[in-house]
């Protein structure tokens, strides 16, 4: 069993940054794939980034690509998003998000731990 606990969410203007935490709790975080997904009021939850249990691979959706970097810590069971040049159509409820399939598998297969989201707003 996983816990995961969102944190580091809140208000930013456009342009800032922003880095967003997902701890862990339970000894076998290690086995799992991580990763975020948002949903933004009124759209589906879409697919951000996700990492592999070793952190070697590293997938990040083309709507953030070069401003997003996902990476994780397994000693702290940590795995965190710095998110860069924030845009108003950022806005959304981040969840971190646990597999024991490859991190490739985000976003196409159900995942196996949610955590309860944290709220990130891009406004001026």
């Known amino acids: 069993q996983v816990q995961l606990v969102e944190s580091g969410g809140g208000l930013v203007q456009p342009g800032g940054s922003l880095t967003l935490s997902c701890a862990a709790s339970?000894?076998?975080?290690?086995?799992?794939?991580m990763g975020w997904f948002r949903q933004a009021p009124g759209q589906e939850r879409e697919f951000v980034a996700a990492?592999?249990?070793?952190?070697?691979?590293?997938y990040v959706a083309d709507s953030v690509k070069g401003r997003f970097t996902i990476s994780r810590d397994n000693a702290k069971n940590t795995v965190s998003l710095q998110m860069n040049s924030l845009k108003p159509e950022d806005t959304a409820v981040y969840y971190c998000?646990?597999?024991?399939?490859?991190?490739?598998?985000?976003?196409?297969?159900?995942?196996?731990?949610w955590g309860k989201g944290t709220l990130v707003t891009v406004s001026s």
């Open positions: 998000a646990a597999t024991g399939n490859s991190a490739g598998d985000f976003g196409r297969s159900p995942m196996d731990y």
């Open positions: 339970g000894r076998t975080f290690r086995r799992y794939a």
């Open positions: 990492i592999s249990w070793g952190g070697g691979s590293t």
